[in-house]
């Protein structure tokens, strides 16, 4: 093996639109990501393009095949088997902490294929 190249990390992706949405709304995302015990990258991004667009580029980028995308209006869930503009869940990012603990979660309860939480009001 080259110990110059690295096998790529299976993690969740986690993608913002920069400045879109105040630091703790990420956190409590990541939060319920980090409760089911699953890793995750997040990263902010300056492509002006919406949360369901840019969860499906997370997924795309993950190798477990599950991405969050947030912007302004939408915190958004994505599969990568699932079809382009097409997501898992979709929250509004004032939706408040426990819904989106509860999206983070189940970004890892996808990979760990057990029971959704809820995130009816």
Same mark, same amino acid.
């Given at each position: %093996? $080259? +110990?110059?190249?690295?096998?790529? #990390?299976?993690? @969740? %992706?986690?993608?913002? @639109? ?20 699953? +890793? /995750?990258? /997040?990263?902010? #991004?300056?492509?002006?393009? =919406?949360?369901?667009?840019? !969860?499906?580029? !997370?997924?795309?980028? =993950? ?6 995308? @947030?912007? =302004?209006? $939408? @915190? ?10 097409? +997501? ?5 990012? $004032? ?6 603990? !509860?999206?983070?979660? $189940?970004? !890892?309860?996808?990979?760990?294929? %057990? +029971? ?6």
């Amino acid at each position: %093996m $080259n +110990p110059g190249l690295e096998a790529p #990390k299976p993690e @969740i %992706m986690v993608y913002s @639109i920069k400045g879109s949405v105040p630091k703790d709304v990420v956190t409590e995302v990541i939060l319920g990501i980090e409760e089911e015990g699953l +890793p /995750y990258k /997040y990263e902010d #991004k300056t492509e002006k393009i =919406s949360a369901k667009d840019l !969860a499906y580029k !997370a997924a795309e980028d =993950s190798h477990l095949g599950v991405g969050i995308g @947030i912007d =302004s209006h $939408n @915190i958004v869930l994505h599969f990568i088997k699932l079809r382009d503009g097409q +997501p898992l869940f979709t929250i509004s990012p $004032n939706a408040g902490e426990e819904k989106l603990r !509860a999206i983070g979660s $189940n970004a !890892a309860r996808l990979i760990k294929r %057990m +029971p959704f939480k809820s995130l009816d009001a």
